[in-house]
């Protein structure tokens, strides 16, 4: 029989400023029907590395806000007005992300605040 190692699997990344990889983008489409990117990050530095963090974007309407900051702060430039845009061009950069514990469905869990771009 295979062993299964479980160590950390309920480990949360608790509320603090983090470096994180984008390591995949999914375009979905979400519960009302909207586009959104699903964006998941690893951090990339620290006691936390061996841990990811999952975000959604809404890819239409107010919530694009969330994206741009996203694209923005991995150094990819906005223009003024619509866009088509390769995801792929996206993994392997990485942010700087302020994560505070938030509830959802009455579960605790890690959400980005608020990115920035790394320090050089």
Not at 90 to 113: F, H, N, Q
């Amino acid at each position: 029989m295979p062993v299964i190692d479980f160590t950390g699997l309920n480990e949360k990344l608790p509320a603090g400023t983090y470096n994180l990889m984008v390591t995949k983008i999914e375009d979905l489409i979400s519960s009302n029907g909207n586009p959104m990117a699903k964006w998941t990050f690893a951090v990339s530095k620290g006691p936390y590395e061996h841990l990811t963090l999952r975000e959604n974007t809404p890819l239409t309407g107010k919530g694009t806000w969330k994206v741009a900051s996203f694209l923005e702060a991995i150094g990819i430039d906005l223009p003024n007005g619509p866009v088509d845009i390769d995801w792929t061009e996206c993994i392997g950069r990485e942010l700087s992300a302020d994560v505070e514990m938030t509830t959802y469905e009455g579960r605790e869990r890690p959400t980005i605040k608020k990115v920035y771009p790394l320090s050089s």
